[in-house]
C-alpha cells in the first residue's frame, strides 16, 4: 500500500480527522495516529490518554487499533468504551489526564469515522491536526517501554455528578430522540436520574442510523420528535447529534428552539450568578444574543466558528458560558468548559422546569426572520479567496459595522449578513437575518451584488 495514499491529506480537517471507513480510515491509519499522537503527547509530559467511541460499526477497531499504536509508544491508555464524546472529555477533566481522543463520525453518514483530540487540556485543531500527518508517514523509531491499556466505566459517575449538581424544580415530562446515535446509551438514564419522565425515540445505538440522520441542525431530522410532542402528553422535546455533543429542542407547538436562542436563555441564567460576565457566541448566531447578554447585564463576544476555537477562547477568558449557531455549548460555570449536549439538555430544563408551561417560555425567546446556513460550492481554495476579497474590497453601503473576524459580517440596524469560508469543505457558508422579509430581501441582495461583483459565475443560493 502506498503510505501516502494510505494517509489521505483530506481526512485531516480544521477541527478533527475525519473520513470514510475503510479506504480512508482504517486500523492501519489508527494505529499510525496513535503511534504520532502518543509521541506528541510524550514532548508535552503526558503519560495517559482516555479513549472513548461511539456506536458505529468501524469504531471498536479504530478504537483498538489506535491504543496500540498509543501504547507502542509508552503512552497509557484508559478505555471507556461506547460513551457520547462529552464523556471523553469528563474523563479527561476528572481523571486527569487533560488529554484524550474521542473515536466518532458524529453526524455524518454511516460510512464515515473520525477522531476528536485533546492534548494536556487544549483541543487540537488546525495546524495541530495537520501536523500529525508527517510524523504517521515517517513512523520514527521508539525502544522504551510500552504502555498499558486499562478499561474503566465512568457512565454511572457521569450521571451521578449532574444529577448531584442539576435540580429541577418539579419533574418534567419530556421525549428525547438520539437518532440512534451513541447517545442513546446514557441521555435516557440521565434525564430519568434528574426525575424526568422519559419517552424514548431511537435511543437503541445503531451505527447505521435506520431511523432518520443524527444530526438536529435539520428540521428533516426533527419530524419524529415534532410528532411525538403533538401526540403525545410530553412537554419538551430534546434531540442529540450522533456523538452527543450537540442538542435540538422542539417545543410541544412543534417550535425548534435554535442553539442560538436556546444561547440567550442559558446566558440569562448563568449571568445571575456571574454578574457582568463574557458570553462568548460565534459570528453565525443571531444578533439577538448580544443585545440580550447586554440587556442581562453580561458582555457579549463575538468569536469565529467552530467547536475548538470556541473551546480556546472559552479557556483565554475564563467566560462562564460559550455558545455556536451549530449546537455547541459550552459551560464553564458549575461545568468544566466543554461542549456536551446531554448537559446543556440538563440545565436548560432545570430552567424551564420553574415555570408550567416550559414551551411558552422558550418561545417568547426573542428571534428574528432568519435564513438557515445556505451553501455556495465553489472549487478548493475559491472560497478563501473570495472572502478576502470581499474583506478587501467589499462595499456595504448603511452597514453600522462590517466584522472579518470569521469571514464578512454586515450589521445593519435591522438586521445581518455573514459570508465565510467553511474549513472543512470547500464553500462559503452564507447566513441571513432581518427585522422583516423586506430587510431580509435588502441585505440579501448587497451580498449577492458584492459576491457576484468578485465571482461572476457563482450560483448563489439565495
Known amino acids: 500500500m502506498n503510505t501516502q495514499n494510505a494517509f489521505p491529506q483530506s481526512a485531516f480537517k480544521a477541527y478533527d480527522i475525519r473520513g470514510t471507513v475503510p479506504d480512508q480510515l482504517n486500523p492501519g491509519f489508527a494505529r499510525a495516529l496513535g503511534h504520532s499522537l502518543g509521541l506528541q503527547a510524550r514532548a508535552l509530559g503526558v ?12 469504531s471498536e477497531s479504530l478504537a483498538l487499533a489506535l491504543q ?4 507502542a509508544v509508552g503512552i497509557d491508555t484508559l478505555d471507556i468504551g461506547q460513551v ?33 483530540m485533546m492534548l494536556g487540556g487544549a483541543t487540537l485543531y488546525g495546524d495541530a491536526i495537520t501536523g500529525l500527518r508527517p510524523a504517521m508517514l515517517v513512523t520514527p523509531a521508539y525502544d522504551g517501554p510500552a504502555g498499558t491499556r486499562q478499561v474503566r466505566e465512568l457512565v454511572r459517575q457521569y450521571i451521578d455528578r449532574i444529577a448531584s449538581d442539576v435540580k ?15 447517545a442513546g446509551a446514557v441521555a435516557p438514564a440521565l434525564f430519568r436520574a434528574l426525575g424526568c419522565e422519559v419517552t424514548e425515540l431511537y435511543c437503541e445505538v445503531d451505527g447505521q442510523f435506520p431511523n432518520h440522520h443524527p444530526d438536529p441542525a435539520d428540521p428533516h431530522n426533527l419530524q419524529d420528535l415534532i410528532e411525538c410532542l403533538r401526540t403525545t402528553d410530553n412537554e419538551l422535546g430534546l434531540a442529540f447529534d450522533g456523538d ?21 436563555l442559558l446566558a440569562r441564567d448563568v449571568l445571575t450568578r456571574c454578574p457582568g460576565a463574557q458570553i462568548i457566541y460565534d459570528v453565525k448566531c443571531s444578533r439577538h444574543v448580544a443585545t440580550e447578554v447586554q440587556a442581562a447585564g453580561g458582555q457579549p463576544l463575538m468569536w469565529r ?6 473551546k480556546a477562547k472559552l479557556k483565554e477568558t475564563g467566560a462562564p458560558l460559550a455558545g455556536e449557531m451549530s449546537g455547541h455549548i459550552f459551560f464553564k460555570e458549575r461545568w468544566f468548559g466543554f461542549d456536551d449536549g446531554l448537559y446543556t439538555g440538563a440545565r436548560l430544563l432545570e430552567i424551564v422546569s420553574r415555570t408550567a408551561d416550559p414551551s411558552a417560555e422558550l418561545e417568547a425567546l426573542p428571534k428574528g426572520i432568519s435564513t438557515p446556513e445556505l451553501k455556495l460550492p465553489m472549487k478548493e481554495g475559491e472560497p478563501f479567496t473570495l472572502i478576502e476579497a470581499l474583506q478587501r474590497d467589499g462595499k456595504f453601503d448603511g452597514a453600522t459595522a462590517v466584522h472579518t473576524l470569521d469571514g464578512v459580517r454586515a450589521e445593519y440596524p435591522d438586521g445581518f449578513g455573514l459570508a465565510r469560508p467553511s474549513n472543512t469543505t470547500p464553500v462559503v457558508v452564507l447566513r441571513f437575518e432581518a427585522d422583516s ?4 430581501g435588502r441585505i440579501q441582495e448587497a451580498f449577492r451584488q458584492q459576491i457576484l461583483a468578485h465571482a461572476p459565475g457563482a450560483k448563489l443560493p439565495f
Not at 503519560?47 to 468501524?58: N, P
Open 47 to 58: 503519560d495517559t490518554l482516555v479513549v472513548g467511541r461511539d456506536g458505529r460499526e468501524s
Open 68 to 71: 496500540e499504536g498509543l501504547n
Open 84 to 116: 457520547p464524546t462529552p464523556l471523553v472529555y469528563y474523563a479527561a477533566h476528572v481523571l486527569e489526564t487533560g488529554s484524550g481522543v474521542a473515536v466518532t463520525g458524529s453526524h455524518n453518514p454511516p460510512d464515515y469515522n473520525g477522531f476528536k
Open 168 to 182: 429541577l424544580a418539579r419533574p418534567m415530562k419530556i421525549a428525547i430522540d438520539c437518532g440512534n446515535g451513541v
Open 244 to 264: 452527543g455533543d450537540r442538542l435540538g429542542v422542539v417545543t410541544k407547538s412543534g417550535e425548534i428552539i435554535w442553539p442560538d436562542r436556546q444561547l440567550i
Open 305 to 310: 466558528t467552530g467547536h475548538s476555537l470556541v
Open 437 to 440: 422579509e423586506a430587510a431580509l
